[in-house]
Nanobody
Framework: QVQLVESGGGLVQTGGSLRLSCAAS????????IAWFRQAPGNEREFVAA????????RYLDSVTGRFTISRDNAKSTVDLQMNSLKPEDTAVYYC????????????????WGQGTQVTVSS
């Protein structure tokens, strides 16, 4: 069964760091584009970052560029999101998603989703 499981969320102060991890059971994990989305209460789920199957191509939400880094380890079937210089605006549930198609920033491009992990940044 296809499954994505996020971990690493928690409570951190402004300026702190967290590292999120997504573990995938996808049979052909290395062939999938993996992305992170986030959703705060009352808000739409928004794209945060994505990484291609090779790891050579990445894309970030403008507001996290330079602060967040997405990476993947195909041998371990994991994708991480290193989040530095966190701000209260980063508070949200973060979701891992997988696509067998080309990289996109829209939810519709991703067919597999994890259950999310809560990230809370205090001021």
């Amino acid at each position: 069964q296809v499954q994505l499981v996020e971990s690493g969320g928690g409570l951190v102060q402004t300026g702190g760091s967290l590292r999120l991890s997504c573990a995938a059971s996808l049979r052909f994990f290395s062939a999938f584009t993996i992305a992170w989305f986030r959703q705060a209460p009352g808000n739409e789920r928004e794209f945060v970052a994505a990484i291609s199957w090779s790891g050579g191509d990445t894309r970030y939400l403008d507001s996290v560029t330079g602060r967040f880094t997405i990476s993947r380890d195909n041998a371990k079937s994991t994708v991480d999101l290193q989040m530095n210089s966190l701000k209260p605006e980063d508070t949200a549930v973060y979701y891992c998603a997988a696509s067998g198609l080309v990289m996109s920033t829209g939810r519709g491009g991703y067919g597999y989703w994890g259950q999310g992990t809560q990230v809370t940044v205090s001021s």
